[in-house]
């Protein structure tokens, strides 16, 4: 089987076939139950996914030993990728079979990042929990997400695009957190004997289960009855079949196959009881050959009815785009540019100046249309006012800035050709580096669907390289919505309330934000619109409850810099006051009484 999967492959190099059957054999010893899930897939994408997620395991393996310092360990290894990446080879196996997938499959050579930062960052961490769900499903995310996207980019390029559907989003979200729940519970004892409890500490305290049992594997009443009710959410949360019955026939045998392993290691967790406690529970190979079997021949069979559309085999290696050296913590960022013109920025009262300021960036067309220009090029000259603009709020010690790049409506009414244009000027400026050469956090507001795939690689890879930046927070908002995002946050809530995650009958202000896609922004302090109209256009609807307003003429394009001081001084010389009545200075009742004296 291994040998006619690299044949299919086009592997044939010994030393490479050498590095993938180490891949193959670490996975097949150390993670039965996910091997054979891959051995599901298309004969030329196993060594393919074998050796990414060999990588993701070896990476997480790495970061939990208890032999030295694990973040030091993989952060070495990460490095040594980096290295391996640039160079197009590795004498290690692992990553030899990686840096090889990479370039044959053009992947992003940073795919892992997010992965092996949260995994640097659990290794550091000195809390024994997290202590929500909300912080334990972030960690699942950043860990696991990446490899199923890597599977889903490499199913793409062979020709097979999986649709992810906007109005599934919360049951993907769900089945991720149903996988990463199982191997919680199937491997507690693994980490219980590193000192680590990976269940949210609010279901402890739920329950009354104490971290001093767990780490001391004293089954207890609390900790039994903790132990039942994950289980059966995991359950839950893997009882997904409307996902499967939309995908394309292979993909659908996949997870539908994997979902059936997974559910099997829940029930080999549920009979193994307190011993869950002293040793990873797996389903026995008698189990594991009754789902499998059926599953490989069921996949045979259907990859054989509908075979990949363009491409059977790996296509010819592609040098991958390589990130630029991973620079140290210390790294010194550029000052902002000074103004073309010489402009130097006002003195602002610290104490006055806006926390958040949130821009409709209006008339890029009409400033082309005056000028007898396509409009595309009003598009064009924004996207550099817009970097001015940026430099601006750096001078001025701006914390957080947004702007509102495409809505969702725009995206869907304006013509393709227009949206095209505006996107790639987008990318032109992500790709620049303008904006990761100084203190700038980049961030995306917006639904991944109806942009291009690679579009949306770049503006997650934007983020992630910048997520620990500390100067200007500078959120794009692009295919976003304001009812769109409301939407999501109620159906969150309906999600997280239907598999037992709430507990009592009202939902708060603050429950209501932690569900928003951004609910960690501050609310808007100054919401600006150029352009002349003055409506605000479903944007930012909740950040922008007391925000103060300002309309302006001046068409996007001919904005700089210091129309942006200009408006901040202006917004400190308002009184805000948030549905208050405001109490008079003394000034102004000596004012008032000398009025009524004369009256």
Not at 161 to 190: E, K, M, N, V, W
Not at 369 to 375: F, M
Not at 460 to 474: I, K, P, Q
Not at 524 to 529: P, Q, T
């Amino acid at each position: 089987m291994f040998a006619a999967d690299c044949a299919q492959a086009e592997i044939h190099d010994p030393q490479l076939k050498a590095a993938y059957k180490a891949c193959h054999d670490y996975l097949r010893t150390t993670r039965a139950e996910e091997f054979w899930c891959l051995q599901l897939m298309p004969s030329a994408l196993r060594p393919a996914c074998w050796a990414l997620f060999a990588a993701h395991c070896l990476a997480d393996d790495l970061a939990d030993t208890t032999e030295g310092d694990g973040s030091q360990r993989l952060r070495a290894w990460r490095e040594a990728l980096d290295t391996d990446l640039r160079q197009g080879t590795s004498q290690d196996p692992v990553r030899q079979a990686l840096v090889h997938t990479m370039w044959c499959w053009n992947l992003k050579a940073d795919a892992f990042d997010v992965t092996f930062t949260a995994l640097e960052k659990d290794a550091l961490r000195t809390a024994p929990a997290a202590a929500s769900w909300q912080q334990w499903r972030t960690r699942s995310k950043d860990t696991n997400v990446p490899f199923l996207l890597l599977c889903l980019t490499m199913l793409r390029h062979a020709g097979l695009d999986i649709p992810l559907h906007l109005t599934r989003l919360d049951a993907y979200q769900r089945l991720s957190d149903g996988l990463f729940l199982t191997d919680s519970l199937t491997d507690l004892a693994d980490d219980l004997s590193r000192g680590d409890i990976t269940l949210p500490a609010e279901e402890l305290h739920r329950f009354g289960a104490r971290e001093t049992d767990l780490l001391q594997r004293r089954w207890t009443p609390a900790v039994q009855a903790l132990i039942s009710h994950l289980l059966d959410t995991a359950r839950t949360w893997l009882d997904q079949p409307q996902l499967w019955t939309g995908l394309p026939p292979g993909p659908a045998v996949v997870l539908r196959t994997g979902c059936t392993l997974y559910r099997a290691r829940l029930h080999a967790a549920e009979k193994a009881g307190p011993t869950l406690l002293q040793h990873a529970a797996r389903p026995t190979l008698a189990v594991r050959l009754r789902i499998t079997g059926p599953g490989r021949l069921l996949a045979a069979i259907t990859w054989r009815l509908f075979p990949l559309p363009e491409l059977r085999t790996a296509p010819p290696p592609t040098r991958p785009v390589l990130p630029a050296p991973r620079a140290a913590s210390s790294e010194l960022l550029q000052p902002p540019e000074p103004h073309a013109g010489g402009a130097r920025p006002p003195a602002l009262p610290a104490e006055h100046m806006p926390r958040h300021v949130a821009i409709i960036m209006d008339g890029n067309g009409r400033w082309a249309t005056a000028r007898g220009l396509p409009r595309s090029d009003g598009h064009k000259t924004g996207g550099e006012m817009l970097v001015d603009v940026v430099h601006g709020a750096l001078e001025i010690g701006l914390s957080h800035l947004t702007v509102y790049l495409l809505s969702t409506e725009n995206l869907e009414k304006r013509p393709s050709q227009e949206i095209d244009k505006l996107l790639t000027f987008a990318r032109e400026q992500l790709e620049s580096g303008d904006f990761l050469r100084h203190d700038v956090r980049i961030r995306w507001a917006g639904l991944p669907d109806g942009l291009p795939s690679d579009f949306v690689d770049l503006l997650r890879t934007n983020e992630t390289a910048t997520e620990d930046r500390t100067g200007l927070t500078l959120t794009f908002c692009l295919n976003y919505g304001g009812r769109s995002e409301l939407t999501q946050a109620a159906d969150s809530l309906a999600g997280a309330a239907r598999t037992g995650q709430l507990e009592g009958t009202r939902v708060s202000e603050h429950l209501l934000r932690s569900h928003l896609p951004l609910g960690d922004l501050p609310d808007v302090d100054l919401l600006w619109r150029t352009g002349g109209e003055q409506r605000i256009s479903n944007f930012l609807p909740w950040h922008t409850a007391y925000a103060e307003l300002l309309f302006t003429d001046k068409l996007w394009p001919d904005i700089d810099r210091r129309d942006l001081w200009q408006a901040v001084t202006e917004y400190t010389h308002r009184s805000r006051r948030f549905g208050a009545v405001l109490v008079p200075q003394p000034a102004e009742l000596d004012q008032d009484a000398h009025i009524a004296s004369h009256r």
